[in-house]
Structure formats: C-alpha cells, structure tokens
C-alpha cells in the first residue's frame, strides 16, 4: 500500500473509531428496538454513492458509513474480512452474526432504519435475510454501457472483463428483483432525471422516509471529480466509447437481449 493511501486509510480510521465511540454512549440511552433495515442493492459505478447519500438526507435513517463510497464493508473491523480479493466470489463465506455486530456499534440506532451499501450485498441478499429481520432493500441498475466504461477507465481492466462483469450483475440483481418483498428497482436515469417518481416508489415500502432532499451539491464521485447537483452522466459517459468498443460490447448484449430487456435497456446501434 503506497504511503498516500496509508495515510488516508489513518485518517478515516480516526473517524471510524470517534465515531464509534460517540455512538457507544448515545446507543446505550436512546436506541429504538424494531428497527428497519435498508439495504443498498447495486453494482459499482452505478450512481449507488449517489443514491446513499439523497436518502442520508432523511433525519430517519442511519447509515454505517459516511466516508468516500458509504460502504458498510470498509469499516476498520470487516475490511479484511469483507473488502478482500475474493469479494466477488459467490461461494466466499461470509459471518453475518459479526458483520452485523459491528455494523450496530457504527448506526445511530436512535434512527429508525438503518442503512448499509455494500456492493457485493448484490448476490448475497438471501444470507443477509438470515441474519437481519425486517429488510428492505432498493436494488439500482444503470445503463450497462455506461457501467462497463466505468469499469474500464478506473480499473484498467480489458473490456471483456468489463462486459461480463455488468452481465453478471444484472443477472443478480433480476434475480433480487423477482425473489424479494420489501423492494423497489430504480434506474439511474430516474434517480437524476425524475426524483419524483424515485419519490413515491421508495414511499411504497418506506412511507416514513417523506424528508428527503434532492436539491444539495452531492460529492459522489464522478468523472468530473467535483460536488455536482443530481446530472445524468450517462450520454457522456457512452460518448467516451469509441465504436470499436460498442462493436465488442454489443457481440455480448446481443446474446442477453432478453436480460436487458427486464431492465428495458437497449442495444445502441
């Protein structure tokens, strides 16, 4: 690990640790019972930094992260057990008793629903189930070719791995989508181009969540690399891939145009 990641891995362990401290106290006097838990279903690069952060805006929940990418798994304590090499490995055994523990030491459990955005919670939501009564969950997809230049561009990883990455997720995620109560599916494109809906949908298994605020600067990270107020990004995204891509890209789409389809997305010509 180079010394500038190191440093910065310090310095959010110290608000990990403060944080956890803080809420150890406030935990013993004031923690709710029956609690919700909301839980994050989406694949990287699909806007679900973004997503946390709008429904962060509501005083009725708690998230178990509030650095960088929110995500409950790069916690000091589970980092190695959860954010490893073999993260997206299906048959990679997970201990959701401790996960759980931990996550409880870093939630406001004066809130009334918790919330925690782990992306590999995507392809073990059945196990998740097990452990946590009372779930919920919003599972996100977005344009698979905006996804796949995402990969790409910040991963350095050949196209093909890309394509069938966004494949396998969306195979995931159909399978969330049809096997869950207790959930709602919403695009990228309508988190930024219409909140209303977005609005309504997620009042439809959470109807006390009616505070939330779409009108700040976010600092979910972007190809920009600065606070934006809610874009789509996905026409400038697909317009950084070059027509020898979409060719490669759509030599496998073609093959799951009826994968797509569930989602309604479309093969671009």
């Not at 561009?153 to 396998?168: D, T």
Request: proline share 3%; hydrophobic share 35%.
């Amino acid at each position: 690990m180079n010394s500038g990641k190191k440093n910065l891995e310090f310095k959010h362990d110290l608000y990990f640790f403060a944080r956890r401290n803080f809420l150890l106290f406030k935990n013993i006097f004031f923690a709710k019972k029956n609690h919700k838990f909301l839980f994050i279903l989406s694949p990287p690069y699909s806007g679900s930094t973004l997503l946390t952060q709008i429904i962060s805006t509501s005083k009725k929940i708690s998230c178990n992260n509030y650095i960088a990418t929110m995500e409950g798994q790069l916690l000091p304590e589970l980092r190695n057990h959860m954010f490893n090499k073999d993260r997206w490995d299906k048959n990679n055994i997970y201990d959701w008793y401790k996960i759980k523990s931990i996550w409880l030491k870093y939630w406001d459990q004066s809130k009334s629903i918790l919330m925690d955005k782990t992306t590999t919670n995507i392809m073990r939501f059945d196990e998740i189930k097990k452990e946590f009564n009372n779930t919920y969950a919003i599972c996100l997809v977005r344009n698979p070719y905006a996804v796949v230049e995402g990969i790409i561009r910040r991963n350095s990883k050949p196209i093909e791995f890309a394509i069938e990455f966004v494949i396998k997720t969306l195979r995931y995620q159909k399978y969330n989508i049809e096997n869950n109560k207790n959930l709602i599916w919403i695009k990228y494109s309508e988190l930024c181009d219409n909140q209303d809906l977005v609005n309504k949908k997620i009042n439809t298994i959470l109807p006390e969540i009616d505070d939330l605020d779409f009108n700040k600067l976010f600092s979910a990270h972007n190809f920009k690399n600065q606070p934006l107020k809610i874009t789509n990004l996905n026409d400038e995204k697909i317009s950084k891939l070059k027509k020898g891509d979409i060719s490669k890209i759509n030599k496998y789409f073609l093959k799951e145009k009826e994968l797509l389809q569930f989602f309604n997305f479309q093969i671009i010509k």
